[in-house]
């Protein structure tokens, strides 16, 4: 519950009221990176869905949410070296998925 609450606190220091996808200089990839390494942090430590997506409605980060489906569609792994191996990864992942899209724009 810890982490759950990092989360939140994480997700409300992050103000992006005003982001816009639309414009593509605006898309801040070290961003993207933050909150999915905070997503797949809840995800690996076994919080539900339903409950992250929650905290992001309630910090009206509700766009996001296709990176707490993209994290939940990824295996929970049991240990701390794999669950930070996941975490890495993952922010990786959608960090390199942002600058290719901002390379096309």
Same mark, same amino acid.
């Given at each position: 519950m810890k982490k759950l609450i990092i989360l939140a606190v994480a997700l409300f220091a992050f103000n992006v009221s005003a982001y816009e996808v639309e414009e593509p200089l605006k898309i801040d990839c070290p961003m993207f990176? &933050? %909150? =999915? &390494? +905070? #997503?797949? /942090? +809840? @995800?690996?430590?076994?919080?539900? #869905?339903?409950l992250v997506i929650e905290y992001f409605e309630a910090a009206k980060l =509700?766009? $996001? &949410? $296709? *990176? %707490?489906l993209e994290a939940y569609k990824r295996p929970r792994y049991m240990g701390e070296q794999l669950q930070e191996r996941a975490i890495t990864e993952f922010a990786?992942? %959608? $960090? *390199?998925?942002?600058? &290719? *899209? @901002? /390379?096309?724009?």
């Open positions: 990176h &933050k %909150i =999915s &390494k +905070a #997503v797949m /942090e +809840a @995800r690996q430590s076994g919080h539900e #869905v339903t =509700s766009s $996001f &949410k $296709f *990176l %707490i990786n992942d %959608i $960090f *390199l998925q942002c600058e &290719k *899209l @901002r /390379e096309e724009k």
